[in-house]
């Protein structure tokens, strides 16, 4: 079983709806992600959290919010969409940084393909 | 602001042709510097994490280098299931970075038969 998923894998939603994405991780690890990925632009973080009582902004945070449920699960919600937020999101893991170790790995899940119409 | 540059942006190679993928990067320190490969309409893959300049890991046929201004991932002899597209991203050692990846565009590589 694969140890980062998300749901749904597909979506295509209309203008002005509300969409949920789920995140669930079997990995353990505290801190959670969700970027979304657009052709040319690269990867971009939307939000992150560090444990379920915290959660942060990222570089493109308009239009989204999230919920961390759980230890394991991060959902991240388009309160109204627009076409422009058509794009592959991704959810993302890490643990804390070992002892003297330097950066977190981050572990990436299967991603949602949404188009907004 | 923390930039990651790849080059280039497409590279194809014969089966059996050795190249280097090309990540430089501008980051007030750094924490860490890493590769991921990418197949169409899948998750990034994890592939090395690399911490100071000098550093060498391997896997496989991949082999990726780190200066202190730039990273290479080096491709021997190729096989076309490595067609894919290689991601570089940054993590700096404090500021708003520090707790993000800053990624790259990406290299796609096509490796022909």
């Known amino acids: 079983d694969a140890d980062v998923t998300q749901t749904p894998r597909n979506r295509i939603t209309k203008t002005g709806k509300r969409i949920m994405l789920e995140c669930s991780q079997t990995?353990?690890?505290?801190?959670m992600y969700w970027y979304r990925q657009d052709p040319g632009l690269g990867l971009r973080l939307i939000y992150y959290?560090?444990?379920?009582?915290?959660?942060n902004k990222g570089e493109i945070s308009d239009g989204y919010s999230v919920s961390r449920q759980a230890q394991a699960k991060f959902s991240l919600s388009l309160e109204s969409a627009i076409p422009n937020q058509t794009a592959l999101y991704f959810c993302?893991?890490?643990?804390?940084?070992?002892?003297?170790?330097?950066?977190?790995?981050?572990?990436f899940g299967p991603g949602t393909r949404l188009t907004v119409l | 602001e923390d930039q990651v540059t790849q080059s280039p942006e497409a590279l194809r190679l014969q089966e059996g042709e050795s190249s280097s993928l090309n990540c430089s990067y501008t980051?007030?320190?750094?924490?860490?510097l890493f590769w991921y490969r990418q197949d169409p309409g899948k998750g990034p893959e994890f592939l090395f994490t690399?911490?100071?300049a000098g550093e060498e890991k391997e896997k496989e046929r991949l082999k990726a280098t780190l200066t202190k201004k730039e990273s290479f991932l080096h491709i021997t002899a190729p096989k076309p299931e490595d067609s894919a597209t290689y991601l570089c991203?940054?993590?700096?050692?404090?500021?708003?970075?520090?707790?993000?990846?800053?990624f790259g565009k990406g290299t796609k590589l096509s490796v022909i038969p």
């Open positions: 993302a893991t890490s643990d804390l940084p070992g002892q003297g170790m330097g950066a977190d790995t981050q572990y």
């Open positions: 990995k353990g690890h505290d801190r």
């Open positions: 959290s560090f444990d379920v009582k915290d959660i």
């Open positions: 980051v007030s320190g750094l924490r860490g």
């Open positions: 690399l911490y100071s």
């Open positions: 991203a940054v993590q700096a050692n404090s500021g708003a970075g520090s707790y993000q990846l800053t």
